[in-house]
């Protein structure tokens, strides 16, 4: 499977973006999907994952309460609503999938990745 995010950009503190993660392929419906971000100097690290159907979702500490992830199967496409984003949020942001998996954190686990979207939050 192929994935291209999208939807990054530059916003103020307070402010919303919704990325948007396309997939290729005839079997996205199997995948669970996940969000990863990247700070200069940093890790990658766990943003939100969502299982195959949706049903179970999981969040980064950081990020619960703010931030919403979600897909569409039909259109094959998995969507990260950020609100009320932070200074501490800028990074760039990777979508990724992986097979047969519970919904789970660990950045090894996922099989396919995106090539990035950055997104710039000021203070």
């Known amino acids: 499977v192929q994935l291209q995010a999208s939807g990054g950009g530059l916003v103020q503190a307070g402010g919303s973006l919704r990325l948007s993660c396309a997939a290729s392929?005839?079997?996205?419906?199997?995948?669970?999907m996940g969000w990863f971000r990247q700070a200069p100097g940093k890790e990658r690290e766990f943003v939100a994952a969502i299982s195959w159907s949706g049903g179970s979702t999981s969040y980064a500490d950081s990020v619960k309460g703010r931030f919403t992830i979600s897909r569409d199967n039909t259109k094959k496409i998995m969507y990260l609503q950020m609100n009320s984003l932070k200074p501490e949020d800028t990074a760039v942001y990777y979508c990724?999938?992986?097979?047969?998996?519970?919904?789970?954190?660990?950045?090894?686990?996922?099989?396919?990745w995106g090539q990035g979207t950055q997104v710039t939050v000021s203070s």
């Open positions: 990724a999938a992986g097979i047969g998996l519970k919904v789970v954190a660990d950045p090894y686990k996922y099989d396919y």
């Open positions: 392929g005839r079997t996205f419906s199997s995948y669970v």
